[in-house]
């Protein structure tokens, strides 16, 4: 029988120390992985956006300083792991190119999108360039290799958030990695980032390592995807929020989806979307604990509670959008979804009355002034910032009666400022103020995770 195609990806915590690569390379060749994703070094992304925004707008020696943190995590590493020297003239070339990068930067007082997303790449090509090295020490089978993910992760010019040409990308993919599929070649890659057409580095955006993995693994038509990070599953809420948290053995595509779009970290949201498209099966785990059992995500499950699972997402605003032509008129949320089409915002949530429609947005958005002037050309804008949306995860959500009457008696004195429902029978959800929503997490876990 042949063997199954894997496709394993490991976050940040999973690369965070020469330890924690080792037991990621091991779980690798345990699990005989045919192409290996990985995150950044733990914390490098945050540290390069740092340094992006100390070159511009600090002095060069302010930006020096998270530039000798970002160095230091690296060559520790090195330095333990007694590596040869050709993977120290790597990784002193990459960081090198940090200094080099964030100098142009400090000079301009600029950071233009290109720029950007070429700093933000280093953390991936600096720890995937060390982990290539790991795994050649623990692998005896297969030939490890490094490759350069920009070759095949082809993506729109959209600099922070570039959207991916997948038919392009399973095309490369055939072309470039098919070989590993045999098992005498292994791959070791980057998550998060690829390249425009024309060569120019761009990134998915944050957390995007997971749909990487996920884009990667519909273009080899792998079997299945692991994403290996730190906690051994998926848990019926976020076990930072509710330490009795509850790992899940199992939850379906649509619940795990819904549970990454409404904020669960554990999952960059557009993960299952690809893995759903290639029938390609995807299991969580504990890169810390392998042996525990993690969590399959299936398109049908044993069971189906009513509540699997709840999140939040913080940093959310509601636009409240107010004219007296909405009345008994049409072609108003037309006219309005054309501005935000224009300005590349989605929309999250919606409710409209007689002369008025909320939206939630999120944050990271960043409203600016041109979009804020044309909708005041349309009507009233008004804006309240600092809300999170809460989301319960399950099933036949919206045709179970007293379902609402329980959600609200148990916050009972939490003021809830926007409600969704119906829209989804998998999803319930509502905005309170930011600094009420853990509290809000806690009173409807006891209320309905037994
Ligand atoms: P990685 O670096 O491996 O990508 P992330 O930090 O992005 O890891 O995601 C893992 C984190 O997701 C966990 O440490 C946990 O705090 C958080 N998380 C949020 N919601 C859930 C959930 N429902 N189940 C498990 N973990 C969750
Ligand atoms: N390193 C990137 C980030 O921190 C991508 C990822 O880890 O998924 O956002
Ligand atoms: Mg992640």
New binding site residues.
């Given amino acids: 029988m042949s063997e199954k195609v894997i496709v394993s990806k490991f976050?940040?915590?999973?690369m965070a120390d020469l330890t924690a690569m080792k037991r990621s390379a091991q779980i690798s060749a345990d699990q005989k992985a045919n192409i290996v994703v990985v995150?950044a070094v733990y914390g490098v992304t945050n540290l390069l956006i740092d340094a992006s925004k100390a070159a511009c707008s600090d002095t060069w020696e302010n930006t020096l300083k998270v530039i000798s943190q970002i160095e230091q995590k690296h060559y520790s590493i090195l330095e333990e792991m007694k590596a040869d020297t050709t993977v120290f003239e790597d990784v002193r070339s990459l960081l090198s190119e940090v200094r080099t990068l964030t100098q142009g930067m400090n000079l301009l007082k600029e950071c233009s999108p290109r720029a950007y997303d070429s700093l933000l790449s280093l953390g991936e090509r600096l720890s995937s360039t060390i982990f290539t090295q790991v795994c050649k020490e623990i692998f005896s089978g297969p030939e490890v290799k490094f490759f350069d993910i920009r070759t095949v992760m082809k993506t729109s010019d959209d600099f922070g958030k570039a959207i991916p040409n997948i038919a392009l990308i399973s095309k490369l993919s055939e072309k470039h990695l098919n070989d590993c599929k045999n098992g005498s070649v292994v791959y070791i890659t980057q998550g998060f980032i690829g390249s425009t057409e024309d060569s120019m580095t761009t990134v998915l955006g944050r957390?995007g390592?997971?749909y990487s993995a996920a884009l990667i693994a519909e273009g080899i038509k792998a079997d299945i995807l692991q994403i290996w990070?730190?906690?051994a599953g998926?848990?019926?809420?976020?076990?930072?929020l509710v330490p009795e948290?509850k790992l899940l053995d199992e939850i379906t595509y649509s619940e795990a989806a819904e549970?990454a779009t409404f904020g669960?970290?554990?999952l960059h949201p557009t993960t299952l979307t690809p893995a759903l498209r290639a029938n390609v099966q995807v299991f969580v785990g504990s890169s810390y604990e392998p042996e525990k059992n993690g969590t399959w995500i299936k398109t049908k499950t044993e069971s189906s509670p009513l509540i699997r699972?709840m999140?939040k997402r913080d940093d959310q605003i509601i636009m409240t959008l107010s004219t007296p032509k909405m009345l008994h008129s049409h072609g108003f949320l037309f006219e309005i979804f054309k501005v935000f089409n224009e300005h590349k915002i989605s929309i999250d949530s919606i409710t409209t009355s007689e002369i008025s429609v909320a939206l939630t947005l999120d944050d990271s958005n960043r409203l600016n002034k041109k979009l804020i002037d044309q909708l005041s050309s349309l009507c009233d804008v008004k804006i309240e910032e600092n809300l999170t949306l809460v989301s319960l995860i399950g099933n036949e959500i919206n045709h179970t009666p007293k379902l609402a009457q329980r959600i609200f008696q148990s916050i009972d004195d939490i003021n809830v400022r926007m409600i969704c429902l119906g829209a989804s029978k998998h999803n319930f959800c509502f905005l309170v103020a930011k600094d009420q929503a853990t509290e809000c997490i806690k009173r409807l876990h006891r209320e309905f995770i037994k």
Avoid: E, Q
Wanted: negative net charge; aromatic residues 0%.
């Fill in positions: 976050g940040g915590s999973s995150s957390g390592s997971d990070t730190d906690v998926i848990a019926t809420t976020d076990p930072r948290a549970l669960a970290k554990i699972a999140a």
